[in-house]
């Protein structure tokens, strides 16, 4: 057991885990951030994608000793009810979800995508999101909603809201 520092959403937890135990679990059952879903357990679904440091990784295979020192964002730190990321209000807007079970893994992967490259093409939401795994096949929504949200952070960012 290790004393690890994680600061997640931009707050500090310190647990006492194995360095070697997946950042899933610490998200999950240590600090109680139930969003983050165990898909595969083998990173190959992405419904465990958080960002560390701005970047979307697998939580399910990252070691939490890994992520000391790093900013974790979850699906809980990208937006509230009363204020929904774009990304959030077009899957809404859009119904994405079907089962959703995989959905914040997509948003957590979609959110990654629209700040590297704000006006995606198809192919690049399709290169982007093609880690995530949706067993419902909601693939054609999730590129209308990136589409949506691409164009709704524009509007945004040129009204200075």
Not at 45 to 68: E, K, M, N, Q, Y
Not at 94 to 122: F, H, R, W
Request: positive net charge.
């Amino acid at each position: 057991m290790a004393s690890v520092t994680l600061n997640i959403n931009n707050q500090k937890h310190t647990i006492d885990a194995d360095a070697q135990m997946p950042l899933l679990w610490a998200i999950r059952d240590f600090v109680g951030l139930k969003g983050t879903k165990f898909g595969c357990g083998i990173a190959q679904c992405g419904a465990c994608t958080v960002h560390l440091d701005g970047s979307p990784i697998r939580s399910c295979s990252f070691p939490v000793s890994a992520a000391t020192g790093k900013k974790i964002t979850t699906i809980e730190g990208i937006g509230t009810e009363q204020k929904l990321h774009p990304v959030q209000k077009a899957w809404i807007d859009e119904q994405v979800p079907q089962c959703g079970y995989c959905q914040s893994g997509q948003i957590m992967s979609a959110v990654a995508l629209l700040k590297n490259k704000p006006n995606p093409t198809d192919t690049d939401i399709d290169q982007a999101m093609s880690g995530n795994i949706c067993r419902c096949g909601t693939y054609d929504r999730v590129r209308k909603a990136i589409h949506r949200a691409a164009k709704t952070s524009k509007e945004i960012a040129e009204s200075g809201k």
